[in-house]
């Protein structure tokens, strides 16, 4: 065999070698994107209850809960930025990143101290190698986020935001992938605390999403009338107090759902992709090893025939 032939007879074994992991990425993402997809649009009707109930609730109270006061004692705020644990995903931990940067240099334009909390390995990387401080990671469940660290992080989030001290920070940002559908995924920046309680959400039937933006309600002489009577036991201020902690943790567990659903999905078209272009490689080698190898064998034709005229020449 030729020297060319053997190069591309490398290149095309490694390139299959190459392809067929690529397709078991695919079909592993592919069968788990539909349950990671069930999870997070079945967990936003429920937070969306809670964000109805606390927006309820806040109405019959003084609404003076710390989770719904702005701090103007520190300058320091919390950055939570959900990543990926692998990689091989196209652009999902690239856009979330390139978004954080974006709002850490807002931040430090307006005067605040970003203080990053990272989900994922990818994003805990990205940050150490550019020399920025994380004060928290957490790893190892990217694609399937659990209750507990749901609870964990959001914990962490309230606590930090009640610490007089210097860990305390004045406000909390979530940045995230929100899942819309298999070919659709979009970053998104969240303010989780202070939370902020709005009673309805106008966004598009495709697009379910938690409420962002802190509104004054409105009332006219029809919704007065549509507003229905509530009793609390043992009082407002109290179901408040025990509603706002539950609302926090479900917004950080539907935020990580959607990650992980955007996750899995973006690394199912990714692999698809690389699994197509493999393919392609493959099929140029074979088309060049054909080309030297028919090469090869008009050369060894020519040295024979010009042999056999050279004896004959001589006899």
């Excluded at 807002?106 to 190698?129: C, N």
């Excluded at 490689?281 to 080309?291: E, K, P, Q, V």
Aim: aromatic share 6%; hydrophobic share 40%.
């Amino acid at each position: 065999m030729g020297g060319k032939q053997r190069i591309y007879k490398q290149r095309i074994r490694s390139t299959q070698t190459l392809k067929k992991v690529f397709r078991a990425m695919e079909l592993i993402a592919a069968s788990r994107i539909g349950k990671a997809r069930a999870r997070a649009l079945k967990g936003t009707p429920y937070a969306n209850t809670l964000a109805r109930a606390v927006s309820t609730v806040v109405s019959h109270t003084r609404g003076e809960h710390e989770l719904l006061k702005r701090r103007h004692d520190t300058d320091r705020v919390a950055v939570l930025v959900v990543t990926s644990d692998r990689g091989m995903a196209g652009a999902y931990s690239a856009s979330v990143l390139r978004e954080s940067e974006r709002v850490i240099a807002d931040l430090e334009e307006s005067g605040k101290v970003p203080v990053l909390y990272v989900v994922g390995r990818r994003g805990a990387a990205y940050f150490r190698f550019r020399g920025r401080d994380v004060a928290e990671v957490w790893d190892g469940h990217s694609d399937a986020p659990q209750a507990t660290e749901a609870t964990e992080i959001a914990d962490l989030m309230r606590r930090i935001y009640h610490s007089r001290g210097e860990d305390g920070v004045s406000a909390v940002y979530v940045i995230y992938t929100h899942f819309i559908t298999m070919v659709r995924q979009v970053v998104q920046v969240h303010r989780l605390i202070p939370i902020e309680v709005i009673d309805k959400v106008q966004v598009p039937e495709s697009v379910p999403v938690l409420p962002v933006e802190v509104t004054e309600r409105e009332h006219g002489p029809d919704d007065e009338e549509a507003q229905p009577l509530y009793e609390f036991e043992p009082d407002p201020d109290t179901v408040l107090k025990a509603l706002l902690p539950l609302h926090a943790r479900a917004r950080i567990h539907n935020m990580l759902l959607h990650a992980a659903a955007s996750e899995l999905a973006s690394r199912q078209r990714a692999m698809h992709t690389a699994t197509e272009n493999a393919e392609d490689l493959i099929h140029d080698y074979t088309r060049l090893a054909n080309s030297a190898r028919q090469a090869e064998i008009t050369q060894e034709i020519s040295e024979i025939v010009s042999g056999a005229d050279a004896l004959a020449s001589k006899s």
